[in-house]
């Protein structure tokens, strides 16, 4: 079985955008004009096709990553049966609501490129910032649209304003828009100096013409602001175009594109998806400008054998290596795990090696998803990402390679849960159901965890926020039919300590028979971040939040105890000192100790590591560490006053208001314990016209007077 589309003409993207700027209604016309589906689904009537669960149905919103295979060729170029001008699209539509980041997350690592989409009235809001963020981290090539143009208030220079003030200055304008609001009909396309409208019942056919008269002015400006943006990068045409010479549009071109490559520019489209303008001009530049596995640097990772870099081009003839970016349960075929091929071609009924885990896989099949439905492939070759049926073992940022040529590509980081709840099955026959349901949701969510308390055994559900949680209830009651009794949201505290502090720990048990015996010496201190790229001795193990420092010389504890040393620290860092919380951000260095030739163990000296580790927290000033939420709240002007009080009122910090639209945006710091059901408050408060979204910023220290309440509620 042979490739069918060659690399060059393969396009993995992504559709990202805040809540509501219309990124699902994009992706159903991606879907429509590359002829994957025959109707479009809307999401006002819960028909789409990419949000195919009943939850995302139900609520208008994206939860998870749907990853679609379709094929496009240009405008112009519209030929069906000339396949050699057709292009392969891998496209993952991710969540917009900020409980589901780690979607954006995950997707970013595989993505080749993606399409920012903004609201034409909102511009750049709070979300859009967070996934910038995560592109910029992945450094991801952008093109961006401004959708939602037909709405009333919608304005493409003021949103085009706030993606160069809040986002990046290297945006430039491609199209400008021929009229706003209710006049919308269409873009201008500033490279060409052309005009394009939309007609037929879906927008299908694309009709290019003269610019209108009373546009030619403003395009003729923005053009020569264009070209001179594009000829920056590339030192023969900025010459030929300062002695008055102007590069051709093929030229031009080739610049911008491999200036987006380089993240040097991000192009700025402009239209409306719901009323069928201007999509299918943007997948013309993703064609144009977005790059193929074969623009990219090659993937980075180490060998596991040797720890030595590897790298892995793409190209079929190379070793075989796959990210698994994704774990998702389906009701048809079982367990799928999503991968994006970075090198090499792999068969269905082969066997892979999971170089993470170290074990052997057998992959039974491969599937291409059209979203909810799917067609089986024999094998799949670089540059693809597709999904396999059977492996057992494989979970999210593990990577599947040739046993022979061993590589492990970089993990996927994903960020800490801050909520957390208590949930308990309604009978007993839930509770076996229960255990299987949540174990296959945490596979498929990595900002998911579960965790037993260690003294009243209850089950604690933690995750990004209450919806997140809300979801993953609703998810192990239709989809595992499990009845559960829920908590109340409570907030993921930490604890950590300011100061430094010495102790020692000395266990010594004297019974019949054989007696126990373990001494250590311990320096404890605050965990300093080290620099990137910076070597780590081989006597430290150092990890996010936790570092151990083995400095015992001459053999005072034997080498063999010095793990259950390590494990004592950690045991006692998770049950935590002042209100049971676990600590992080801990170096301790064990310095010194002793031991008795027949009576020390391992858990002697586990135990006297964690008495250890106690008496020096004792001393090394404790505090309790909360959540802190980046929190917007949008409302009509008539309410700023209620809400900013409101907010002062719930220990918030006020960091500034804008215009947004007609209403005002006001932005703040509020720890997360404040915060629960603060929606219902904003509703009452605002007539029911406000709004507001959150998103985890930092942890910080809870003043004196809260810790004591919640030390208090813990006894």
């Not at 809540?19 to 479009?40: N, P």
């Not at 034409?120 to 939602?148: H, L, M």
């Not at 239709?478 to 266990?507: C, H, M, W």
Request: charged content about 30%; hydrophobic content about 35%; glycine content about 8%.
């Amino acid at each position: 079985m042979n490739r069918d589309y060659p690399l060059e003409k393969v396009r993995n993207f992504g559709i990202i955008a805040h809540i509501d700027a219309g990124k699902t209604t994009t992706s159903e016309r991606v879907l429509f004009y590359t002829g994957s589906q025959h109707k479009i689904g809307e999401v006002h009537e819960g028909e789409t096709t990419t949000d195919w669960m009943e939850q995302e149905r139900e609520r208008g919103i994206t939860i998870t990553a749907a990853a679609i295979t379709c094929f496009w060729s240009k405008t112009g170029e519209k030929d069906k049966k000339d396949a050699a001008k057709k292009y392969r699209f891998n496209i993952i539509d991710t969540p917009g609501h900020i409980d589901f980041t780690a979607e954006v997350k995950r997707s970013m690592r595989v993505l080749d490129g993606a399409i920012v989409v903004f609201d034409g009235v909102a511009g750049v809001e709070p979300q859009s910032e967070t996934n910038w963020r995560y592109a910029d981290e992945a450094k991801v090539p952008r093109v961006c649209f401004i959708n939602k143009l037909d709405r009333t208030g919608a304005s493409f220079e003021r949103s085009y304003a706030s993606i160069l003030d809040r986002l990046s200055p290297k945006a430039v304008r491609m199209q400008i828009p021929i009229g706003e609001e209710g006049a919308h009909e269409g873009a201008i396309d500033l490279l060409t100096m052309k005009a394009y409208t939309f007609s037929g019942n879906m927008g299908e056919e694309v009709i290019e013409s003269e610019i209108p008269e009373a546009l030619l002015e403003d395009a003729k400006k923005y053009h020569g602001e264009l070209v001179e943006r594009i000829v920056e990068n590339d030192d023969a045409a900025m010459n030929a175009y300062l002695e008055g010479k102007e590069p051709s549009l093929e030229e031009l071109k080739a610049i911008l594109r491999a200036a987006v490559i380089r993240n040097e520019v991000f192009p700025v489209y402009c239209g409306s998806a719901l009323k069928n303008k201007g999509v299918q001009l943007v997948l013309d530049a993703v064609v144009d400008y977005l790059p193929s596995p074969l623009d990219l640097p090659p993937a980075t990772g180490k060998n596991p054998k040797t720890g030595d870099p590897a790298e892995r081009h793409a190209a079929d003839d190379e070793p075989f290596c796959a990210l698994a970016f994704k774990l998702q349960t389906d009701p048809f075929v079982g367990a799928l795990t999503f991968f994006r091929v970075y090198s090499g071609t792999l068969s269905a009924g082969s066997y892979v090696f999971n170089s993470t885990t170290g074990s052997r896989e057998r992959v039974g099949r491969i599937v291409r998803l059209q979203a909810d439905k799917r067609e089986e492939v024999g094998k799949v070759f670089a540059g693809e990402i597709a999904a396999a049926v059977g492996l057992k073992d494989t979970k999210t940022s593990h990577t599947l390679c040739d046993e022979a040529n061993p590589i492990i590509l970089e993990e996927i980081k994903f960020p800490e849960p801050v909520v957390s709840l208590r949930i308990e099955p309604k009978t007993k026959a839930d509770q076996e159901k229960m255990g299987i349901a949540l174990r296959k949701l945490s596979d498929e969510d990595p900002t998911f965890r579960v965790t037993t308390d260690e003294e009243t055994n209850e089950t604690i559900i933690s995750g990004m926020g209450e919806l997140h949680l809300e979801i993953l209830v609703d998810r192990m009651k239709r989809e595992f039919n499990v009845e559960a009794n829920v908590g109340k949201p409570q907030v993921a505290y930490r604890e950590t300590i300011l100061g430094s502090s010495d102790a020692e720990g000395k266990y010594i048990k004297q019974t019949g028979g054989r007696g126990q015996y373990g001494h250590v010496k311990i320096k404890m201190k605050k965990l300093e971040p080290i620099e990137e790229g910076a070597k780590i001795p081989k006597n430290v193990t150092r990890e996010d939040h936790f570092e151990f420092i083995n400095n015992i010389k001459g053999g005072v504890v034997p080498q063999e105890y010095i793990p259950a040393v390590e494990k004592g620290v950690r045991e006692a860092m998770a049950r935590g000192l002042l209100a049971g919380f676990p600590m992080v951000d801990v170096s301790i260095d064990l310095y010194d100790g002793s031991y008795h030739d027949v009576d020390s163990s391992e858990i002697a000296f586990k135990i006297a590591a964690s008495m250890a580790f106690q008496d020096a927290a004792q001393k090394a000033k404790p505090v309790i560490l909360e959540p802190i939420m980046r929190v917007e709240v949008i409302v009509p002007e008539q309410f700023m006053g209620d809400i900013t009080g409101n907010l002062s009122g719930k220990r918030g910090q006020i960091e500034g208001m804008e215009d947004r639209g007609m209403n005002k945006a006001v932005h703040a710091k509020v720890p997360l314990s404040e915060m629960f059901g603060y929606t219902t408050i904003l509703r009452s408060m605002t007539e029911g016209r406000g709004s507001m979204t959150m998103e985890f910023d930092h942890y910080d220290i809870v003043p004196t007077n809260v810790a004591q309440e919640i030390i208090a509620s813990r006894k």
